[in-house]
Nanobody, 128 residues
């Protein structure tokens, strides 16, 4: 089991930027595909972004394309979510998730149901 801890959340104004970090406690971080999800008030948790273990293959939800990006640093065992041009509707608790995968595992198969390990979340609040 991988322990994940998110950080970097906070209260910002619309248009501001934040970078979320998710640190993993495992020696096999390079074997993990990582994802970011969020849960907005009163709504179900939704997928935001995914990055494959090799770092070169990423996916972003349509609602955040052009504003958010996902990256990883395998040496630091950390995945990042860079959030620019934040909107009030981005207000949510953001969670990172991990799943051990082989190199050929389809990134599109990495859904909420397939991620095995989750962090406790970090709150992002965007004021208008």
């Amino acid at each position: 089991q991988v322990q994940l801890v998110e950080s970097g959340g906070g209260l910002v104004q619309a248009g501001d930027s934040l970078r979320l970090s998710c640190a993993a406690s495992t020696v096999t971080f390079s074997r993990l595909a990582m994802g970011w999800f969020r849960q907005r008030p009163g709504q179900e948790r939704e997928w935001v972004a995914t990055i494959h273990r090799n770092g070169g293959n990423t996916l972003l939800a349509e609602s955040v394309k052009g504003r958010f990006s996902i990256s990883r640093d395998n040496d630091k065992k950390t995945v990042y979510l860079q959030m620019n041009s934040l909107k009030p509707e981005d207000t949510a608790t953001y969670y990172c998730a991990a799943k051990s995968v082989i190199l050929t595992y389809p990134i599109t198969s990495l859904t909420e149901a397939t991620f095995a390990d989750w962090g406790p979340g970090t709150q992002v609040t965007v004021s208008s």
